[in-house]
């Protein structure tokens, strides 16, 4: 196939989950410059919408974690574009918290936001995808706290890890018509990484703790959702693309005198 062809996404209509900050709007911006008409939802309409060389994404509301809210937006999507070639679940995350204490109110609110609703938002996206003639993608976005300790997001690394099981699943379910993948980053440098790491000088200290020497930036991770979601990538179903820069150096390294 020709590569230039299989990331041209013109004419291709693609939803991202939580795509108006963060990651999710680095990943709106990848399919903006490959020329895909690019939809992004949130509960609220944000000042800023990504955009690239004059073309904007288009904002839909809608509450992940609300199914009546999923479903007029699917609605929308299909009466005001005609279909849906590509859904990436971004939306999610989780504020610090110690699993001692944390009530389960809150480790329920978590696991909703980050686990239940990302699949309630494939089954509506799968059943226009299994309509079209070409099918879809659905990608998950994951995390490296499904894969390693998860200290203080514990309910979060919990969800994740449960993402990726259900991504092998429903790859085997909704196949052929429906590829479904995962894409797990490392660490991100978005607007908000001054809350988890510090000042800069607290971002450079734990950028150097990656073999890459610094943190993703969200471009990063919309480049490899561009080409997973890809004609370039029609064999990949049930799998996990891991973005996290060579990993983290184990800890008896530097603990080690010898």
């Not at 504020?95 to 609703?117: K, M």
């Not at 226009?128 to 070409?134: F, G, K, L, S, Y």
Request: aromatic share 6%.
């Amino acid at each position: 196939m020709d590569i230039q062809a299989g990331l041209n996404y013109q004419g291709k209509v693609v939803l991202i989950t939580g795509g108006a900050k963060g990651v999710g709007a680095g990943i709106a911006r990848s399919f903006l410059k490959v020329g895909a008409q690019v939809i992004v939802c949130g509960r609220n309409q944000p000042d800023d919408l990504p955009s690239v060389d004059g073309k904007q994404a288009v904002f839909l509301t809608a509450d992940v974690k609300d199914l009546e809210s999923l479903g007029q937006m699917f609605s929308r999507i299909k009466e005001d574009f005609g279909r849906l070639d590509a859904v990436i679940n971004n939306a999610g995350g989780s504020p610090s918290a110690e699993a001692a204490t944390a009530s389960p109110r809150y480790s329920e609110s978590i696991i909703r936001l980050n686990l239940i609703a990302p699949l309630n938002v494939a089954q509506m996206a799968n059943s226009i995808m299994q309509e079209q003639e070409q099918g879809g993608v659905i990608v998950f976005i994951g995390s490296i706290s499904a894969l390693r300790p998860s200290p203080l997001t514990a309910a979060y690394g919990a969800a994740k890890a449960g993402i990726l099981s259900l991504a092998t699943s429903l790859a085997v379910e909704w196949a052929p018509k429906v590829r479904v993948v995962t894409v797990s980053p490392g660490l991100v440098r978005t607007e908000q990484s001054h809350q988890h790491y510090g000042d800069e000088d607290g971002i450079a200290a734990v950028s150097a703790t990656i073999p890459a020497g610094r943190l993703a930036d969200p471009e990063d991770i919309g480049a490899a959702c561009v080409y997973i979601a890809s004609p370039l990538a029609s064999y990949a179903s049930g799998c996990n693309l891991l973005l996290h820069g060579g990993g983290e150096a184990p800890a008896f390294l530097a603990a080690s005198n010898a």
